[in-house]
């Protein structure tokens, strides 16, 4: 199997399996809220005691069950005009429980349990573009490959990019056709590439932006996104495909083990992972079904892109 077709594959199970998990998640949490909205069947009259708190202008609400003990608890409403300060507020809770959680009576107020559902169609909407973009990408692949080729010769070139928390590499080519003209086409790498002489023969299949190269032993190089007039903008290019970092310009001792080459999917995932934790704690409140709600988001968002970005080793 193809380094290309591997990435490939990881990147839709990245996807999948972490909005897998997200939408189980709040798919139980809804459950769960449901069935016990269900057992609510004893009704009661309380007090909004606050009205507007945090942006969607929840209520809290005094009310009473029928033992005679006094709950404070927030609500979340539709109809912020209608529950202001002082207003009743009608509640439905479980008379056989010990310590009943209430539920807005009314049944078109259902802005708890649709927090809950809402995002697992936003999340399908955000997850099914991440997973259809590898068979789109390797749609145009085939296509653009079935065309006939020409020769041309190449140099590889690795470009880095200064992200705000790492600098990212990608792997390009800088093709020189026989009638003198120079294009750049960056791709996803390869490990033919690194046994690369400076002059590299290829064959270049497609027309317009469109292309495909091959290598001589017919290897055919997935292109990403257009073949370009000018070099790309905001990256340094190096002549050469292989890491540029500074440990290779030591000799390690035999038997020392060298990093692996997704250890860099560690640092993705672990940067979604405190960016959903944050916007948890910011945006929900410390609660537990928004808070791994939102890390769960991020996590996986930051890991398809990562793997979307074609990460070179």
Known sequence: MSTPLRTALLGIAVTLAGYALFAGWLGLRADAYVDARDRATARTTGVVVEDGIGDDLDVRVRWTDGTGRTHVQRFGVYDTGRYAEGEDFPVAYDPAAGDPQGFPADPQETAEEDDLIVPVFLGAAVAVPLTLVWPWRGLRFRLAARRPGRPTTARVRTGTRR????????????????????????????????????????????????????LPDGTRLVPLGRLRDHPPSGAVLDDDAMRTDLRDAFVLPPGTAAAPPWHEAASATGLGTLLGLVLGLVMTGPTLTGTLSSVLACATLTGSVWLLSAPQP
């Open 163 to 214: 992200a705000a928390w790492r600098a990212s590499r990608g792997t390009w080519l800088e093709l020189t056709y026989p009638e003198g003209r120079t294009r750049w086409q960056r791709i996803m790498w390869h490990p033919a590439l690194h046994e690369a002489p400076a002059e590299l023969p290829l064959t270049v299949h497609g027309t317009g932006r469109r292309t495909v190269a091959a």
